[in-house]
């Protein structure tokens, strides 16, 4: 169990360009999360996952946002078009089933210039 | 509309104390509420979750308070030390039922224990 492994830990973008981040769950770990926390806010769900279905999105994942999770393992989370609002830490969360608690990784930090 | 209200926003203790750490919820649907400490640079981590089917939890210094009819629940931390400075997060979610478990988390408590 090496934990929720996040990549990369920090980015920084212009305004208007593409970004994509990984999240590698933890191996047993069907279900995976997205969360987005800005500073001094708790973390607002973004997208999960069961395996590789996509099963609930966010009212703040808009049209720019788009994750995937092809072979129900790692994840990604790509952000087009990128705006200083997109500007946050992006949580990865796993976990076994929903009685247990989520593992989050440490997060990839993007600033938008 | 925020769902989980939580306070104070920040909090002082001195070392050996107890913090206390507040939440008020909306949704009674929600039947499942962690909470979580995050140091600087860091994911959260949790640290200890209630079901409503009880009144309190106690995990060693932490200790979860829980009233259904109020729909507050709050977090004790007894013999507070410079090592549990961070910032906590209460949360909720919805565990029953065929949906998804996102958790809703109110917006923080950055406590900081004074040696």
């Known amino acids: ?26 191996s047993e770990h069907n279900r995976l999360y997205w969360y987005r926390q800005t500073l001094g806010q708790g973390p ?17 994942l808009s049209d720019r ?3 995937e999770r092809p072979k129900g393992s790692f994840s990604t989370l790509e952000i087009q078009r990128t705006e200083q609002g997109d500007s946050a830490m992006y949580l990865c969360a796993s976990s076994r089933n929903k009685e247990h608690g989520y593992t989050f990784g440490s997060g990839t930090r993007l600033t938008v210039v | 509309q925020q769902q989980v209200k939580q306070s ?6 001195q070392k ?3 913090s206390i750490i507040n939440c008020a919820y909306e949704n009674t649907a929600f039947d499942y ?6 140091f600087p640079g860091k994911g959260p981590a949790l640290l200890i979750a209630i079901r409503p089917d009880v009144s309190e939890k106690k995990e060693g210094r932490f200790t979860i308070s829980f009233n259904k009819s109020a729909k507050q629940f709050s977090l004790h931390i007894m013999d507070s030390q410079p090592g549990d ?3 906590y997060f209460c949360a909720a979610s919805i565990l029953s039922g065929g949906g998804a478990d996102g958790l809703t988390f ?4 950055h406590l900081i224990i004074q040696p």
Do not use: M
């Open chain 1, 1 to 26: 169990d090496t934990g929720v492994s996040q990549d990369p830990r920090h980015k920084i973008t212009k305004r208007g360009q593409n970004v994509t981040f990984r999240c590698d769950p933890i």
């Open chain 1, 44 to 60: 607002e769900f973004l997208t999960y996952f069961q395996n590789e279905a996509q099963l609930e999105k966010s009212r703040l």
């Open chain 1, 65 to 67: 946002f788009s994750a």
């Open chain 2, 8 to 13: 104070p926003q920040s909090l002082i203790v």
């Open chain 2, 16 to 18: 050996g104390g107890i």
């Open chain 2, 33 to 38: 509420f962690p909470w979580y400490q995050q």
């Open chain 2, 85 to 87: 400075s961070a910032t």
């Open chain 2, 106 to 109: 109110g917006k923080g408590t």
